[in-house]
């Protein structure tokens, strides 16, 4: 009703205003104030022009997030993301190897109050390190990639970069001590022999040499004799025998699993034992075998170490690609 009822403000003292024209109105002009305006508008031209070069030249924060620091192209993007997906699958390795690590430790129950004492020499230990290893730096490279951290890109490269080089000086050593390494793989055998009966590892990993490659001790089955249950003075029935993966035809009837096909077989003669058990040491065998497999190794070989170098390198150029500051 307000809005259509006629009204009238009351005209308040402190509410009046001079609506007479003077020199300070500002819809006057003053007397030269249009050459003011013109030398105010050259100089704050001027001065902004000069700001704007100045600008340009000392890289200011607001120029730079007008415009950013780096470019890709379609090759960095390719590259970038080559890069985080050669990161994902190692790091999924690396996963599947660290949960080996732990299955396996879980599986023999090392973590036992009677076995936590000789935890350090298991070699479920070993793959349980490799993996987390393997995990933790394929997941920085490959989150370093996605967010573009400079931080987590120099440690990456770093890192690579040390691995490759300590691979290369294993190389130049493995072939300058071919002798002493045949020596000590020697030690390593007989040691794992003596040891056949007490760690399931040793076990493991000594059946699996001679089940596929098809031989007997080190030197030849003699050798069994170290092992202080197939000696030919222990008291038990393997006495002068050897494990049943030494025997040419384990299984009888092809179903069954003979655990003693290899009792006595010391006793025998080469002449006879050959129609029981393998004759050759697994130490020759080994090396052989490398020398039939040598070009498939030497491919496997140039194909890890190659990609280890294309990773680096696209790493650094992701790192040439970003801003300076981490």
Not at 112 to 138: N, Y
């Amino acid at each position: 009703m307000r809005r259509f009822l006629p009204t009238k403000r009351f005209p308040w003292p402190w509410l009046r205003r001079d609506a007479t024209p003077n020199e300070t109105s500002p819809l006057l002009p003053k007397a030269g104030s249009t050459k003011n305006n013109a030398e105010e508008l050259a100089l704050v031209t001027t001065d902004f022009q000069a700001g704007t070069n100045s600008g340009q030249e000392h890289n200011s924060p607001t120029d730079a997030r007008i415009h950013p620091c780096y470019g890709y192209s379609f090759m960095d993007y390719f590259l970038k993301y080559f890069l985080i997906m050669c990161n994902l699958l190692f790091t999924v390795l690396g996963l599947l190897i660290l949960a080996l690590g732990v299955w396996g430790l879980i599986s023999k129950e090392s973590f036992a109050q009677e076995k936590i004492s000789s935890i350090g020499t298991d070699p479920m230990l070993v793959v349980l390190s490799v993996g987390f290893l393997l995990t933790a730096l394929c997941l920085s490279g490959c989150v370093g990639a996605l967010r573009e951290n400079r931080c987590l890109l120099k440690l990456f490269s770093a890192t690579v970069l040390v691995l490759i080089a300590a691979q290369v000086i294993v190389a130049i050593v493995a072939h300058t001590l071919q002798d002493q390494i045949e020596g000590n793989l020697r030690s390593g055998m007989l040691v794992a022999m003596a040891r056949y009966q007490d760690d399931l590892d040793l076990r493991f990993i000594t059946d699996e040499i001679q089940s596929n490659l098809q031989c007997c001790g080190v030197d030849n089955y003699r050798d069994w004799e170290i092992n202080i249950y197939y000696n030919c003075s222990a008291p038990g029935v393997l006495a002068c025998g050897v494990p049943a993966t030494c025997c040419v035809d384990p299984l009888e009837n092809g179903t069954v699993w003979n655990s003693q096909c290899g009792v006595g077989a010391q006793l025998l003669d080469e002449f006879t034992a050959q129609s029981v058990i393998f004759l050759g040491g697994c130490l020759g065998e080994i090396f052989r075998w490398i020398e039939h497999h040598e070009g498939l190794i030497g491919i496997i070989v140039t194909v890890v170490f190659g990609v280890q170098i294309l990773i680096l390198f696209i790493t650094i150029r992701l790192l040439e690609l970003l801003c300076s500051e981490c």
